[in-house]
């Protein structure tokens, strides 16, 4: 018996609709992640991007658990000497709640190109809205 391997023109992406309001981050950052690699499906096959489009709203509405408002921080550097800048979760929230899901969901896929590839199929929003009635996504209760 061989192993079955999806061919890429068998492949068929749903786009699903999240709403982020009161979920806790964490597990909604796996939930996203398995959607996007695709192995909720039978025909999962790591080496491909199988996964469907995930929209998720209200973004700035998201909980966490513990002390991690104050106490979680994201880094970047400038690529200047001693450029390293820090940032709050609770700040991140007000400014850019579109790049924190992100954040957490792009640690959870594969570092290479396919993770790459994966993480372009997330589309994040802050409010109610977005512009993607066209695909007609089924709401995702998770």
Same mark, same amino acid.
């Given at each position: 018996?061989?192993?079955?391997?999806?061919?890429?023109?068998e492949?068929?992406?749903k786009?699903?609709?999240? @709403? =982020?309001? @009161?979920?806790?981050?964490?597990r909604?950052?796996?939930?996203?992640?398995? $959607?996007?690699?695709?192995k909720h499906?039978a025909?999962?096959?790591?080496?491909?991007?199988?996964? @469907?489009?995930? &929209?998720? &709203?209200n =973004?700035?509405? &998201?909980?966490?658990?513990? /002390?991690?408002?104050? /106490?979680?921080?994201?880094? $970047?550097?400038?690529?200047?000497?001693?450029?390293?800048?820090? +940032?709050?979760?609770?700040?991140m !929230?007000? +400014?850019k709640?579109?790049?924190v &899901?992100?954040? %957490?969901? $792009?640690?959870?896929l594969?570092?290479? %190109?396919l993770?790459?590839q994966?993480?372009k199929? !997330?589309k994040?929003? +802050?409010?109610?809205e977005?512009?993607? /009635?066209? /695909?007609q996504?089924?709401?995702? @209760?998770i």
């Amino acid at each position: 018996m061989k192993t079955y391997s999806p061919k890429a023109s068998e492949l068929t992406h749903k786009w699903y609709l999240i @709403d =982020a309001k @009161d979920k806790v981050l964490g597990r909604l950052a796996t939930e996203i992640a398995s $959607r996007l690699r695709g192995k909720h499906k039978a025909e999962f096959a790591p080496h491909m991007d199988n996964g @469907d489009f995930i &929209i998720v &709203i209200n =973004a700035d509405k &998201i909980k966490v658990t513990g /002390q991690k408002m104050t /106490q979680k921080r994201y880094y $970047r550097h400038t690529g200047y000497p001693s450029g390293l800048k820090e +940032t709050t979760l609770s700040d991140m !929230l007000k +400014t850019k709640p579109e790049s924190v &899901i992100t954040k %957490a969901v $792009r640690g959870m896929l594969p570092k290479s %190109a396919l993770g790459f590839q994966m993480i372009k199929k !997330l589309k994040v929003y +802050t409010g109610t809205e977005h512009p993607h /009635q066209a /695909q007609q996504p089924e709401v995702l @209760d998770i």
